[in-house]
């Protein structure tokens, strides 16, 4: 994976999850501003990200992510051990 590109995992979820057009997007997109996520989004992705990845973020790291690139760099820094 590039600084250009998300991971292959985060993409599958927004496109097949959320029904989101990932190629429109950059890891420096905003989850909320450009992207669009609202409550119930985060709600639907976060579940799909624990179950598809086995990957449970905190209140704390969620909160944190700002970017997709913030969510991919938490859910692969959960998966790391």
């Known amino acids: 994976m590039n600084s250009s590109t998300i991971s292959g995992e985060l993409a599958g979820i927004l496109r097949d999850d959320l029904q989101i057009d990932v190629s429109r997007f950059t890891p420096d997109s905003h989850?909320?501003?450009?992207?669009?996520?609202d409550s119930v989004a985060f709600a639907v992705g976060m579940v799909a990200i624990e179950e598809k990845l086995g990957v449970?973020?905190?209140e704390e790291e969620l909160l944190s992510c700002n970017t997709?690139?913030?969510?991919?760099?938490?859910?692969?820094?959960?998966?790391?051990?």
């Not at 997709?68 to 051990?81: E, K, P």
């Open 31 to 37: 989850l909320i501003d450009d992207v669009g996520l």
């Open 68 to 81: 997709l690139g913030d969510l991919d760099a938490a859910i692969r820094n959960n998966t790391q051990g």
């Open 56 to 58: 449970v973020l905190s």
